[in-house]
């Protein structure tokens, strides 16, 4: 997971399955911060993996 955090916008993404986002957050918030509330959205189900992104296995269903 790559996070960053500037001008009060956090940008993560994650390596392994794609899944990136940006959150608008106050100045205050650190790298931690902004994790914590990507996990927050991700698990009300505001944030989701699209179709065919890294990660994703091939082949699944022939």
């Known amino acids: ?28 918030f650190g790298e931690v911060d902004v994790y914590g509330k990507f996990i927050d959205l991700y698990a009300e189900g505001r944030i989701t993996l699209q179709e065919g992104v890294k990660g994703e296995d091939e082949g699944e269903g022939e």
């Open 1 to 28: 997971m790559t996070i960053k955090v500037e001008k009060g916008v956090g940008r993560l993404s994650c390596g392994n399955c794609g899944l990136s986002a940006e959150i608008e957050v106050p100045p205050v």
